[in-house]
């Protein structure tokens, strides 16, 4: 037998046999490379898409906030440029900042509006955050932003900016918030209209919100009282509108002067044993029907100010919470004692006093001032302009003067109250 032949054969069979296999090996690699590199390209596609989706997400969050920021600050006090809040005389609050509110109409614009260069001059609130907590600036109109320079380095941190813009040139009390988010703080993407930046996530959100207003039905009288009004007190009303209505009560009037419209006899400026206050079954039902919302609803409402006081509130401690916080109304729990110092309120910026016990004037009080009390009194010697409401009988001493003043009185109705949100007025382009 041959065999070499034999063993030539088998080795070549072997040589062909380790070749395909050879070729099967790198074909299989071939292909899960393929599969590897797309599997890879999906992985890379999926997380540059979480990564767009999450600054998406973030500028998104960061608008929503300054959505709810902006509103807040509507119903808060003096602030500094800071955005917070000061007792400064010289600080504006968020809203004189901001808006210019048309006592006579109702009607609000966003600052410089009515200039001839819309927003002229007017740099809009904004907020960044820091990695721990938020920087915003709140400058005055024509000032600069004193925001802090954005941190370097590629970290999400994000920022928003504020602007108001006129919602309706026919209905009042309405207006827009408009807000763009960005994933850090760069003015191209923040500023209005907002650009895009490469590696950056942006967003718009804005809201119509409207003035709810501190009074909803200013009262007619000088005086109104659901029970019986006594004692010595003056009401004044010469307005015809009002067809010189002084006293208004639901019970009886007695020993109070009365100075109606020139020419018509004193007895026509009262009007007793009204049916309509009369039949109400309490208190809380004329409040309602002055202010259109019930008093533990008004009281909790944001435009609210509580004053804390020791006891009375007195007038010093009113006259430091009204300048603290300019257009919002104050609701005191116990009795109030205007005792002494400057007035309270004035013309053009009144106040709505809403007090649990019963009153004191013995100043200058420009607005409307409410007692809760069942059996209220009203003592005194100073002067009311604007209203008393009394939400029970009201017995009055000393020689105080209440002068009806329907101006002032719509004054309050157009520039006092809360800022809320009009439902269905959200959006997010």
């Known amino acids: 037998m041959n065999t070499h032949r ?11 046999r380790g070749a395909a296999a050879l070729v099967v090996v790198a074909l299989l690699f071939s292909i899960l490379s393929l599969v590897t590199a797309y599997t890879h390209r999906n992985l890379l596609f999926e997380q540059r898409s979480a990564g767009n989706q999450l600054r998406s997400t973030q500028a998104f969050e960061a608008a929503e906030a300054g959505l709810e920021w902006a509103l807040a600050l509507l119903n808060a006090g003096r602030l500094d440029a800071a955005c917070r809040p000061s007792t400064l005389p010289t600080d504006s609050s968020f809203r004189q900042r901001y808006l210019t509110i048309h006592p006579a109409s109702g009607h609000i614009d966003p600052a410089g509006a009515l200039t001839a260069a819309p927003e002229a001059g007017t740099a809009w609130p904004s907020c960044r955050f820091d990695g721990s907590d938020w920087s915003c600036s709140c400058p005055e109109p024509g000032a600069a932003p004193t925001l802090p320079p954005a941190p370097a380095g590629d970290a999400v941190l994000p920022a928003f900016r504020v602007r108001f813009a006129r919602a309706s040139a026919t209905q009042p009390g309405v207006l827009r918030i408009e807000v763009n988010g960005c994933t850090r703080l760069d003015d191209a993407c923040l500023d209005f209209p907002a650009r895009a930046v490469s590696g950056e996530g942006r967003a718009t959100v804005s809201a119509l919100i409207a003035l709810r207003t501190g009074v909803a039905a200013p009262p007619l009288a000088a005086v109104t009282a659901r029970g019986d009004v006594s004692g010595s007190l003056t009401a004044v009303n010469t307005d015809p509108r009002a067809a010189g209505l002084a006293v208004l009560a639901g019970g009886a009037v007695a020993g109070v002067t009365v100075q109606t ?8 400026g009262v009007r007793e044993h009204d049916s309509g206050l009369a039949a109400l079954p309490g208190g809380d039902r004329l409040f309602s029907h002055t202010f259109a919302i019930w008093p533990t609803v008004w009281r909790d409402q944001p435009g609210a100010v509580r004053p804390v006081c020791a006891a009375t509130c007195t007038a010093a401690e009113i006259r430091a919470t009204v300048a603290a916080h300019p ?12 005792d002494s110092g400057a007035d309270i309120g004035s013309a053009t910026e009144p106040v709505i006093l809403v007090a649990g016990g019963n009153l004191r004037v013995d100043i200058g009080v420009f607005g409307l001032l409410v007692s809760r009390a069942p059996a209220g009194a009203l003592g005194g010697s100073g002067r009311v302009t604007g209203a008393v409401i009394a939400e029970g009988d009201l017995a009055a001493s000393g020689s105080v003067a209440v002068v009806h003043d329907a101006d002032l009185l719509e004054h309050l109705r157009h520039t006092t109250g809360s800022f809320v949100r009009v439902p269905g007025g959200w959006r997010d382009f």
Do not use: E, H, K, N
């Open 327 to 338: 257009g919002r109304m104050l609701w005191i729990a116990g009795d109030v004692d205007l």
């Open 261 to 268: 419209t020139p020419g018509t006899p004193a007895a026509d």
């Open 6 to 16: 034999f063993f030539s054969s088998a080795r070549g069979r072997a040589g062909q």
